[in-house]
């Protein structure tokens, strides 16, 4: 654990503590803050930069000689993007046992647009280690959720063995490049500004109204423990690339030969004029008997840099825990055992990852439940609907939809309808759907009952 100015400290995993039950000082928020920046320089930005493909070979300075081919591979966006796809690609599902729970907890979803801040979650997870959510109020005093990213707030522990959240800082800059923001804690809020706390304002919220999204406990990214082998791939293809350069521009030796132009005003042979830039090396004073005409080259290493090449994307999937999906021997194997065992690892990745999501969901809905709003959700008589949520995260693969339904139907038989009905991906809620089938059949027995007598057959009718 590293002391910090103030009264704060950074445990594993560059997480802030801070005293249980104590509000910050403007000395200890600067502490956290400074930090923080530290983070922002060493990690975030980097992260950030090496995502959108502004990798370290581009602030590499141009060699005075030779090519100065600047290749980036974009693995970090392919490793992110296929991993947080295959994540949450598909929407995680939230059912309430009762209908009218459900329906209302559907609703404010719908309202917030969940299903996008929680992809946005899961992307930056992929991208810095760690994400929040923030709950607030809108101007209508509904309850609203957003994102923040890793390098636009953080959250505070306190110092007990659960290490519960404590507070939650979200900051920015102003036009003026002036820090300002605003601190969360579980019953009132502060602002900051001019380099001095303002005076709180009590909060809705009875919890921390934030929630830090991790896929592990040391907050890396997908790509962090590959940082070292990108900036190496990237090397080696621009160093490939300088090669191919340097073949198209060879130099080209003329030894031995004296080569001459004949000067009608002077009746004599003029030496040649030599274009330098054309790459030629020209010495007539060499002996003629060894008069040399050639392409001046030097040794080739082909096969050495595509196996370096290729080992690197190798070492950078198997160090991200993703299959190479391109791979060929990952596609020319169809059998359906083969291709768990290559999505093991990515399976295991995204199993630790769901439980740790799924806790840091349920404390969001405790936040917005149990608080002062919660009763535009749902009835202040259950508020504690959070205990009974089910989360349900299905990964994102290609699905044989038929096989899926025959598999629901054959499952029915042992299990309940909703946990049937939930194991075809289409469907994103489960007891919706079964509300939607009873209606249906419903209406087909209601319109049985309207039918005229001339259209029914009787008991003793014989045709």
């Given at each position: 654990m590293r002391l910090i100015s103030g009264r704060g400290s950074v445990a594993k995993g560059d997480?802030?503590?801070?005293?249980?039950?104590?509000?910050?000082?403007?000395?200890?928020?600067?502490?956290?803050?400074?930090?923080?920046?530290q983070f922002y320089a060493h990690h975030y930005k980097?992260?950030?930069?090496?995502?959108?493909?502004?990798?370290?070979?581009?602030?590499r300075p141009d060699?005075?000689?030779?090519?100065?081919?600047?290749?980036?591979?974009?693995?970090?966006?392919?490793?992110?993007?296929?991993?947080?796809?295959?994540?949450?690609?598909?929407?995680?599902?939230?059912?309430?046992?009762?209908?009218?729970?459900n329906q209302a907890v559907q609703d404010w979803l719908r309202e917030v647009n969940f299903?996008?801040?929680?992809?946005?979650?899961?992307?930056?997870?992929?991208?810095?280690?760690?994400?929040?959510?923030?709950?607030?109020?809108?101007e209508e005093?509904?309850?609203?959720?957003?994102?923040?990213?890793?390098?636009?707030?953080?959250?505070?522990?306190?110092?007990?063995?659960?290490?519960?959240?404590?507070?939650?800082?979200?900051?920015?800059?102003?036009?003026?490049?002036?820090?300002k923001g605003t601190i969360y804690y579980a019953d009132e809020t502060q602002d900051f500004a001019d380099g001095k706390l303002l005076e709180p304002e009590a909060s809705v919220y009875h919890d921390v109204p934030a929630q830090e999204f991790y896929a592990n406990e040391e907050r890396q990214g997908i790509f962090d423990g590959a940082i070292t082998l990108i900036d190496a791939l990237d090397n080696a293809l621009s160093r490939k690339a300088n090669q191919v350069d340097y073949?198209?521009?060879?130099?080209?030796?003329?030894?031995?030969?004296?080569?001459?132009?004949y000067n009608e005003e002077t009746g004599q042979y003029d030496p040649p004029s030599i274009d330098r830039l054309r790459k030629l090396m020209y010495s007539p004073d060499a002996d003629s008997v060894n008069a040399k005409i050639e392409f001046l080259e030097k040794p080739n290493a082909d096969g050495m840099q595509e196996n370096l090449i290729n080992r690197l994307v190798d070492m950078i999937y198997q160090t991200s825990m993703i299959p190479n999906f391109r791979d060929e021997a990952f596609s020319g194997n169809s059998s359906g055992v083969a291709l768990q065992f290559k999505l093991l690892p990515m399976q295991n990745l995204a199993a630790f990852q769901e439980r740790k999501f799924t806790n840091g969901l349920r404390a969001m809905f405790k936040a917005v439940f149990e608080s002062a709003d919660g009763g535009q959700i749902v009835s202040s008589a259950k508020s504690d609907l959070w205990k009974r949520l089910e989360f349900q995260y299905t990964r994102n693969?290609?699905?044989?939809?038929?096989?899926?339904?025959?598999?629901?139907?054959?499952?029915?038989?042992?299990?309940?309808?909703?946990?049937?009905?939930?194991?075809?991906?289409?469907v994103t809620d489960p007891q919706a759907e079964i509300k939607r089938k009873q209606d249906e059949q419903a209406e087909q027995v209601k319109a049985m009952g309207a039918m005229p007598d001339y259209m029914t057959v009787g008991d003793g009718d014989e045709g």
């Open positions: 997480v802030f503590i801070f005293p249980r039950g104590e509000k910050f000082t403007f000395e200890d928020l600067q502490g956290f803050l400074s930090m923080q920046q980097r992260n950030y930069k090496v995502y959108i493909g502004h990798h370290k070979i581009l602030d060699s005075e000689f030779g090519e100065n081919n600047k290749l980036v591979a974009g693995m970090p966006r392919l490793l992110v993007d296929e991993y947080a796809g295959y994540f949450g690609g598909n929407a995680v599902t939230v059912q309430a046992e009762d209908d009218d729970d299903d996008d801040e929680h992809s946005e979650v899961v992307k930056s997870v992929a991208i810095y280690g760690r994400s929040y959510l923030l709950e607030y109020q809108d005093g509904r309850p609203q959720v957003a994102h923040v990213e890793a390098d636009e707030g953080f959250m505070v522990y306190d110092d007990t063995i659960k290490a519960k959240p404590l507070a939650f800082v979200r900051y920015n800059y102003d036009y003026e490049n002036k820090l073949f198209d521009d060879a130099y080209l030796v003329i030894l031995g030969v004296a080569l001459s132009t693969i290609p699905q044989n939809i038929a096989d899926a339904v025959q598999t629901a139907v054959q499952a029915s038989t042992l299990l309940s309808q909703q946990t049937a009905i939930g194991m075809i991906p289409t």
